[in-house]
């Protein structure tokens, strides 16, 4: 089990740029992938972008793609998303969470560890 913080939220204007990190304590998070979702007020939890244990995969929701870019630093045992050119529609609470599979994910369910989420709120 590993168990993850989210951090890097705030306001931002539309246009600008957010960097979000996901950090990991627990046995062995170098071997799981991450996802990192959203959820905005009165709606369903949605994929926003996913990484393989390793990074060589990378995958993307068609409404980021382009904008957004995830990472990550195993020797820091850390996942980034970088969130540029945001959006209004990009308001959310963002989560992060690992799955031990190490092959990234777009669905929620197939990941057991979750995050508090970390509030975004873009101004028009």
């Known amino acids: 089990q590993v168990w993850l913080v989210e951090s890097g939220g705030g306001l931002v204007q539309a246009g600008g740029s957010l960097r979000l990190s996901c950090a990991a304590s627990?046995?062995?998070?170098?071997?799981?992938?991450v996802g990192w979702f959203r959820q905005a007020p009165g709606k369903e939890r949605k994929f926003v972008a996913a990484i393989s244990w390793n990074a060589d995969r990378t995958s993307y929701a068609d409404s980021v793609q382009g904008r957004f870019t995830i990472s990550r630093d195993n020797a820091k045992n850390t996942v980034y998303l970088q969130m540029n050119t945001v959006k209004p529609e990009d308001t959310a609470n963002y989560y992060c969470?690992?799955?031990?599979?190490?092959?990234?994910?777009?669905?929620?369910?197939?990941?057991?560890?979750w995050g508090q989420g970390t509030q975004v709120t873009v101004s028009s």
């Open positions: 969470a690992a799955r031990s599979y190490g092959t990234a994910s777009i669905y929620s369910l197939t990941y057991d560890n």
């Open positions: 627990g046995r062995s998070f170098s071997t799981y992938a």
